[in-house]
């Protein structure tokens, strides 16, 4: 088993782009997670899907859309990125009541 | 706002001592996880105490959970270089779904 995979690893973006950040998880999980770190800050929840078909929005949530494809796959997309964007993304997965399974982040800067 | 906070940032100990970091947290809780985060990776799950625990180990880990003070303990024990890495708590909302909030982390290092 893979648990959670991200893609890509890395992304440079010029101010105004947009980009969609996969996740993926082979453990059957009904709820995954778009977290944000930054320097400092620990980790800030953007969006949340509790199951197929539905999403819910976090702290963090401005600038950001989420599509839960099906129940493996949860898509964060940047419509047009701005320097504040700037940070590590991890996607995690978990189950109701125990703990997190997370993805290895992608790093992404916006020039 | 983030729920757990975590004290110190940061702590610098010697290989061998007990490294202790604390987290407090402002509303009730289902339970409350501890994570690691070496350099540049993703977090790595320590350990998970339920509401109703007050003790947990986990080989040379010790989590304490006081849920009247709203505060968790975590002590590594004859700690080791390869401790170093960012601990971070983690708390659930019990009345938002299952949403993890985490605390800003403590910055442990470890020196031989």
């Known amino acids: 088993n893979a648990g959670v995979t991200q893609t890509p690893k890395f992304q440079v973006l010029k101010t105004g782009q947009s980009m969609t950040l996969q996740c993926a998880q082979d453990m059957n999980h009904n709820s995954m997670y778009w977290y944000r770190q930054d320097p400092g800050m620990g980790l800030r929840l953007i969006y949340y899907?509790?199951?197929?078909?539905?999403?819910d929005k976090g702290e963090v949530p401005n600038g950001y859309n989420v599509s839960r494809l099906n129940k493996r796959e949860f898509s964060l997309r940047l419509e047009s990125a701005a320097p504040s964007q700037t940070s590590v993304y991890f996607c995690?997965?978990?189950?109701?009541?125990?703990?997190?399974?997370f993805g290895q982040g992608t790093r992404l800067t916006v020039v | 706002s983030q729920q757990g906070e975590e004290d110190p940032q940061a702590l610098s100990i010697q290989e061998g001592e007990n490294a202790t970091m604390n987290c407090s947290y402002k509303t009730s809780i289902n339970n409350l996880q501890w994570y690691r985060q070496n350099s540049g990776r993703g977090l790595v799950h320590l350990i998970l105490?339920?509401?109703?625990?007050r003790e947990k180990h986990s080989g040379r880990l010790r989590v304490t959970l006081d849920t009247s003070k709203k505060s968790s303990s975590l002590l590594i024990t004859a700690s080791r270089a390869a401790d170093t890495a960012s601990y971070f708590c983690?708390?659930?909302?019990?009345?938002?779904?299952?949403?993890?909030?985490f605390g800003k982390g403590t910055s442990l290092l470890v020196t031989p």
């Open positions: 983690a708390t659930d909302l019990s009345n938002s779904g299952y949403a993890l909030n």
């Open positions: 105490i339920r509401s109703n625990e």
């Open positions: 995690a997965s978990i189950p109701w009541g125990t703990e997190a399974f």
């Open positions: 899907s509790a199951s197929e078909g539905t999403t």
